[in-house]
């Protein structure tokens, strides 16, 4: 069964920074194309960042040059560096395969507050 298992959130200041780990199984992870997505309260989940199974990287307008994704195959494990982190990027933060399958993990809790 496909699972996802997302990490490394927690309460930050703006400004700062946070890496989120997501370990993936249940599916050829190597040949996947991943995605971290993104939940605000109130809002629709959006998808933030995506990488291919060949590397190409693709993020939304709004984290672009703040925002780093990457992934190790051998571990599959997809992660995301978050930089320069600003109110609006508080949300609960999942990754699923890009386009995303109908399971989700539960997502880990980034909260962007002075």
């Known amino acids: 069964q496909v699972q996802f298992v997302e990490s490394g959130g927690g309460l930050v200041q703006p400004g700062g920074s946070v890496r989120l780990s997501c370990t993936a199984s249940?599916?050829?992870?190597?040949?996947?194309?991943m995605g971290w997505y993104r939940q605000a309260p109130g809002k629709q989940r959006e998808l933030v960042a995506g990488i291919t199974r060949a590397g190409s990287i693709n993020y939304a307008d709004s984290v672009k040059g703040r925002f780093t994704i990457s992934r190790v195959n051998a571990k599959n494990t997809v992660y995301l560096e978050m930089n320069n982190l600003k109110l609006d990027d508080t949300a609960v933060y999942y990754c699923?395969?890009?386009?995303?399958?109908?399971?989700w993990g539960q997502g880990t809790q980034v909260t962007v507050s002075s």
């Open positions: 249940g599916f050829l992870f190597s040949l996947s194309a």
């Open positions: 699923n395969a890009n386009p995303p399958s109908l399971e």
